[in-house]
C-alpha cells in the first residue's frame, strides 16, 4: 500500500543516504584534505563560536576537540546534502519524472560542494553519488508489479544499501596523504652546518637528554616521548615539500623566495627547544621538548634586508593561520624541517615550521608560508580573539601527580621524592624551591645539568622525610633574571597561567 506518510518518510530515508553517501564518496575521493566537503564548515564553525570558549576548548581537549569538530561537521555536510537530494525529490515526485530528481540533486550538491571547497572537479564525486542514491532508489520504487516488498520499502533498501556501498568505499579507498619519513640531521645538511648551535648530531644530543633525564617516577625525560599538538585545524593543510615556498615580503629592501632545496641549501643546526601553548593550564601537559633541525632565520632575513618602523613581522602559514610579533625575537627563530632525527611530521608543520626561542607555541607557526615586515603592528589570528600570546613565555615548575607522568614517589625508606620540570623560556630556570609544610619554609631543589642551547626546560628533583599526615607540597621556579615564579593565581586565557603548583601528599 503506498499511503502519502509512508512515501514521505521513504522519501526522506532516501534524502538521507545520499547525503550520506555524497559525504563518504567525498572522503573517499580527496580524504581528510582540504577539498573534503566538511573541512569548511568545520572552519567556519571555528570561526563562529565565542573566541574564548573555541580557544580553550582547542587549548584543552587539541585533538580529540578537533574530532568532534569534523564530526560535527560531517553530520551538517550529510544534512546539508540531504536537504537538496529532498528538494529534487519534491521536484520530481511532483512533476513525475524520477530522473529529474537525479540531475537536481547533481547539480545542487555540485553547487553547493564547489562554493564549500572552492574545488568544481573535487566536488564532483559527492554530486555525483548523491545523484546516484537518489536515481537508483527511484528507479527501485517504480511499480514494476507484483513484488514483495512496496516500492516506498524498495526505495528505502535500495537508498541505504548505497549509502552503505558508499560509506564502505569512502572508508577504504580515501588516500591517506602520506609524507615520506626520512632522517634528517645538520651534520648530513645538503647546506653544510651553522657555525652557531650544539655542532652536535642528533644522536649525540639525544643520547645527552637520555643521560641527564632524572628517572623518578614516571615523568617525561628531557626530550619527550610525545609530543603535544596544538593548533587551529580540523585537518591539517597538505603541503607537497615540492610545491612548497617561503616568501620574505613587506618592508624589505629585496623580496626573496625560498623553495625546499634552497632552504636545505642554506647552512643547518640542531637545536633544543621546548614549546609551552599559551592554553596550557598551569601543571597542564601542553609543554615540550624536541630535537629541530632547521636553517636559521637570520640567514634568510639577511637576503632581504628587512627594514621595519615597528619592528615587527607577520608570519603566516598554509592553513590561513597567521601571528604578529617582533622582527628582534624572529632574528634569533630557526626554520625547521626536521624533528628528533626525522623529517617534520604533518601534525607539527611539515615540510618546514617556525621556531622562536622563548616565546609562546602560537608563534611557532607551522606550515610556514610568508614572513611579512610590517611598517605598522597587526593582530595575530589568537590576539584577534582575545589571547595575549606573542611574548615571552610564563616561568613554571610543574609537579605532574598520577596518570601516565607522575611526579610524587614514596620510596622504600619512607622518604618521598618529587620530581618535576621547569621552563622559563630563553631566561632559563635558575632556581627551584620545593616547600613541603604548604609554602611556610622552602628548600633548594636539586636540577638537572642544563642542556645546551638557550631554550630548554630543566628538571628538578627533592627528596625529604615527610611528616606522618597529609601535608601540602608547593614548587616555584626563579629564572635566570632572578625573578620569582609569579604567584597569583591566572587561568590561561588570556596571559598564561600563573601561581604555584600544589599538590597534596598523603605519606
Ligand atoms: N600554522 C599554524 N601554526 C601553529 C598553530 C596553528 O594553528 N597553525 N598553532 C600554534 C600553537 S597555538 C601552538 S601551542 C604550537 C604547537 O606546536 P606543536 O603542535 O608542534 O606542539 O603551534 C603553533 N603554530
Ligand atoms: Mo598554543
Excluded at 130 to 154: C, K
Excluded at 225 to 251: A, C, K, Q
Excluded at 403 to 415: A, E, F, K, S, W
Aim: charged share 20%.
Amino acid at each position: 500500500m503506498r499511503t502519502p506518510s509512508r512515501t514521505a518518510l521513504s522519501t526522506g530515508v532516501v534524502a538521507l543516504a545520499a547525503g550520506v553517501g555524497g559525504v563518504a564518496a567525498s572522503f573517499a575521493s580527496v580524504g581528510l584534505t582540504r577539498e573534503f566537503v566538511a573541512q569548511p564548515i568545520a572552519r567556519a564553525s571555528t570561526d563562529v563560536l565565542p573566541a574564548r570558549s573555541i580557544g580553550a576548548f582547542v587549548a584543552e581537549f587539541g585533538l580529540s576537540g578537533q574530532q568532534m569538530n569534523l564530526l560535527l561537521a560531517m553530520t551538517l555536510a550529510v544534512l546539508v546534502f540531504a536537504g537538496l537530494a529532498a528538494f529534487g525529490l519534491a521536484v520530481g515526485h511532483r512533476v513525475g519524472v524520477s530522473a529529474l530528481a537525479a540531475l537536481i540533486t547533481i547539480v545542487s550538491v555540485w553547487t553547493v560542494a564547489t562554493a564549500l571547497t572552492g574545488n568544481v572537479i573535487a566536488s564532483g564525486s559527492p554530486a555525483l553519488a548523491s545523484g546516484i542514491v537518489v536515481g537508483l532508489s527511484e528507479a527501485a520504487g517504480r511499480d514494476i508489479g507484483d513484488v514483495e516488498l512496496s516500492p516506498d520499502r524498495r526505495r528505502v533498501v535500495t537508498g541505504s544499501l548505497s549509502a552503505l556501498g558508499l560509506g564502505a568505499l569512502g572508508l577504504s579507498f580515501s588516500p591517506r596523504p602520506q609524507i615520506e619519513t626520512e632522517p634528517v640531521d645538520a651534520v648530513s645538511n645538503p647546506g653544510g652546518q651553522t657555525g652557531e648551535g650544539t655542532g652536535m648530531s642528533v644522536p649525540e644530543l639525544r643520547e645527552l637528554a637520555t643521560e641527564r633525564s632524572l628517572g623518578i617516577g614516571s615523568i617525561e625525560p628531557l626530550l619527550s616521548d610525545y609530543h603535544y599538538i596544538v593548533d587551529i585545524n580540523t585537518i591539517d593543510p597538505t603541503v607537497d615539500r615540492d610545491n612548497w615556498t617561503l616568501s620574505v615580503t613587506g618592508e624589505v629592501e629585496g623580496e626573496v623566495e625560498l623553495d625546499y632545496e634552497g632552504l636545505q641549501n642554506l647552512p643547518a643546526e640542531n637545536r633544543f627547544s621546548t614549546l609551552r601553548c599559551v592554553g596550557d593550564s598551569l601543571n597542564g601537559k601542553k609543554m615540550d621538548t624536541a630535537i629541530w633541525t632547521g636553517v636559521p632565520v637570520s640567514e634568510v632575513l639577511e637576503q632581504a634586508g628587512p627594514d621595519s618602523d615597528c619592528d615587527c613581522v607577520m608570519v603566516r602559514a598554509a592553513d590561513d593561520f597567521y601571528q604578529e610579533f617582533p622582527l628582534s625575537a624572529l632574528e634569533d627563530g630557526l626554520l625547521a624541517f626536521g624533528m628528533n632525527g626525522q623529517t617534520l611530521p604533518r601534525g607539527h608543520g611539515y615540510p618546514v615550521r617556525l621556531l622562536v626561542p622563548g616565546h609562546w607555541g602560537e608563534i611557532n607557526v607551522k606550515w610556514v608560508t610568508e614572513i611579512e615586515v610590517l611598517e605598522r603592528e597587526a593582530e595575530g589570528y589568537w590576539e584577534k580573539r582575545g589571547w595575549h600570546g606573542t611574548g615571552p613565555v610564563n616561568t613554571v615548575a610543574k609537579l605532574w601527580d598520577g596518570g601516565d607522568l607522575d611526579g610524587i614517589v614514596h620510596r622504600d625508606d619512607g622518604t618521598i621524592q618529587l620530581a618535576g620540570h621547569a621552563y622559563a623560556g630563553t631566561r632559563g630556570i635558575e632556581r627551584v624551591e620545593v616547600s613541603t609544610d604548604g609554602g611556610d619554609t622552602w628548600t633548594d631543589a636539586d636540577l638537572t645539568e642544563p642542556l645546551p642551547g638557550n631554550d630548554v626546560w630543566r628538571q628538578w628533583s627533592h627528596t625529604y622525610d615527610p611528616p606522618e599526615t597529609q601535608h601540602e607540597v608547593v614548587v616555584r621556579a626563579v629564572d635566570g633574571n632572578g625573578d620569582l615564579q609569579i604567584k597569583e593565581e591566572a587561568n590561561a586565557y588570556p596571559n598564561g597561567a600563573t601561581g604555584w603548583v600544589r599538590q597534596t601528599v598523603r605519606p
